[in-house]
């Protein structure tokens, strides 16, 4: 499936329910695929995309950046603290916050370093066990201690149990958002995004669909 198809179902998905055109961010997760594929999305203009490992990013972006302008790098996988300042300096939003050890670093980092990625906080709304993410029921004191550290929090970020309907779960981050006044809200996936749109997803991370199956991780 095309950029092009992808891009149209959310710009059709946004006017059924009556969001601005433009209101929905497309994050290309460009995880575990050859360069060569990412570079073909790039040349096509498209500039936001989402990695899952500081490691694999390290090791793609750099040259992309040097060849192509304006790229938006989203981390959407687990940020490891002793990873947190080479994430500062690759990406502009880190969707993955899950833990007050993580926050307090990234925290004193954006000190030393005068600035902080956007920050979305991942919230384990089936509460998984194996899975990160702040339950439910803590989330509100989470985002209040992360507000505390003056973390730019932007929203919430969700990824709902394969074998429960996701637009439960996405219902569910949209109403702990509002509540807490965030706007952000990271959900939805290659299988779902169009019920995410519905429920007011400002980011939607679509991976397969744009770029096909990917590799060995």
């Known amino acids: 499936m095309a950029l092009e198809e992808i891009a149209a179902r959310i710009a059709e998905a946004e006017a059924k329910a009556e969001r601005p055109a433009g209101s929905v961010q497309l994050i290309a997760v460009s995880k575990v695929q050859p360069n060569e594929r990412v570079q073909a999305v790039l040349v096509k203009g498209h500039r ?18 040097e060849r192509f302008d304006r790229i938006d790098l989203h981390l959407i996988g687990p940020l490891q603290t002793n990873k947190t300042r080479q994430a500062f300096e690759l990406f502009q939003a880190i ?8 926050a307090n670093n990234i925290a004193r980092i954006a000190q030393e370093e005068g600035h902080c990625p956007d920050v979305f906080l991942q919230v384990n709304t089936g509460e998984e066990p194996q899975k990160a993410g702040v339950l439910p029921g803590e989330i509100d004191a989470f985002i209040e201690s992360c507000r505390s550290l003056d973390l730019p929090v932007k929203g919430l970020m969700c990824i709902p149990p394969v074998a429960e309907e996701p637009s439960l779960h996405f219902a569910l981050l949209a109403k702990m958002a509002a509540r807490n006044g965030l706007a952000g809200l990271s959900m939805g996936m290659s299988g779902d995004f169009e019920s995410a749109i519905a429920l ?18």
């Open 95 to 102: 969707h993955s916050v899950d833990r007050p050890k993580l």
């Open 200 to 217: 007011g997803a400002t980011h939607v991370r679509v991976g397969s669909a744009i770029f096909g199956a990917r590799g060995v991780a």
């Open 48 to 65: 936001i995309f989402g990695e899952n490992r500081v490691q694999e990013a390290e090791g793609k972006w750099p040259d992309f950046r």
